[in-house]
């Protein structure tokens, strides 16, 4: 009986060694990174910032493709049908994963059921702007002036983290907002400089100028804490809107299916990366902070997202575009 056991475990263990040694050389060919945006915009070079920098510790190429298109849905469909082998892996951003599933209903990928988590690696908040000719200085002049009559704000999108953002304030506050969908920012912005709409939640990379110009004023952030780059503008939670928090973010996500030892080196490498001080000085520049959370982390951040997103969503009857 007991050779018989032996003899099983002997096999089991040969059994497993082909799917335990690649895992455990990984990685010995070039890697692609799906950045699901067109080529030249910030999350693109973030993507080739990662490529690099991933590459170097890795010792492979990190090569870039680009598979924009149906708001990021092709890249990331492209990724959860790839081959669960550590060479294709999702620069993942927010809405990729806590938006598309509750406004697209047909998708090809499910955020949990198809990726494996590898970590959070970058995010940066929203500014609540407005223009000089509001009178508006805070979130509470927001709810006070729109008791009167309804304050409208602009977004780059139907759908978007900014839109939710926004109904979100509204909710929590009781604050009268209409929504104004712009296609992209900078036509929100042009609004807003115009004195057409007296509100716009944007990122901070495209509110930033504008504020140090002086041509807008930042309300507040929508994020959980306050940004170096604005000191001196506080959160929405700490204008009185208690656990308020509304961010960006990129990740690293991969094929169910991976081997974990794979993830788990992915994981480590992205961690060391944010930690090089020429890593975060360059995302610094973007706006973004690096960010760095393990598979579990970023799991329960998408969880904890799309359940509150959902309710969101529900309550003020958001389509998309």
């Known amino acids: 009986m007991s050779k018989h ?17 690649p895992a455990q050389d990984y990685p010995t060919k070039p890697i692609t990174m799906v950045v699901p945006f067109p080529p030249g915009g910030s999350t ?57 599933p509750l406004l697209y209903p047909n998708l090809n990928y499910d955020p949990i059921k198809s990726f494996e988590f590898a970590a959070l690696a970058a995010s940066t908040s929203f500014l609540i702007l407005t223009n000089n000719e509001t009178g508006i200085g805070s979130v509470a002049d927001i709810v006070g002036k729109s008791a009167a009559k309804p304050l409208s704000f602009g977004s780059y999108g139907a759908g978007s983290t900014p839109h939710i953002a926004g109904e979100s304030l509204a909710q929590r506050t009781g604050a009268k907002l209409l929504h104004v969908p712009y296609r992209g920012s900078a036509p929100a912005m042009s609004d807003l400089l115009g004195n057409q709409i007296p509100l716009t939640i944007d990122t901070l990379v495209a509110g930033l100028p504008q504020v140090k110009a002086g041509k807008v004023r930042a309300i507040a952030l929508t994020g959980s804490k306050r940004s170096s780059l604005l000191p001196d503008v506080p959160t929405v939670a700490e204008s ?31 961690e060391a990366m944010l930690g090089e001080p020429d890593t975060r000085a360059k995302l610094e520049q973007l706006g973004f902070e690096p960010t760095f959370g393990d598979a579990a982390t970023f799991r329960r951040k998408v969880e904890t997202e799309l359940e509150r997103n959902v309710a969101i969503i529900k309550a003020a009857g958001i389509k998309p575009d």
């Open 44 to 100: 693109d070079v973030i993507g080739r910032l990662f490529a690099v920098k991933l590459g170097e510790r890795l010792g492979q190429t990190v090569v870039v493709e680009n598979k924009p298109g149906a708001n990021t849905s092709i890249g990331a469909t492209a990724v959860a049908r790839a081959a669960p082998d550590g060479y294709t892996f999702l620069l993942t951003a927010g809405p990729t994963f806590t938006l598309n």
């Open 5 to 21: 056991i032996a003899k099983a475990a002997i096999l089991c263990v040969l059994a497993a060694a082909p799917a335990l040694a």
């Open 240 to 270: 009185g809107v208690a656990g308020y928090d509304f961010d960006t973010w990129f990740g690293i996500t991969l094929p169910k299916g991976t081997p974990a030892p794979v993830v788990a080196r992915l994981s480590k490498e992205i």
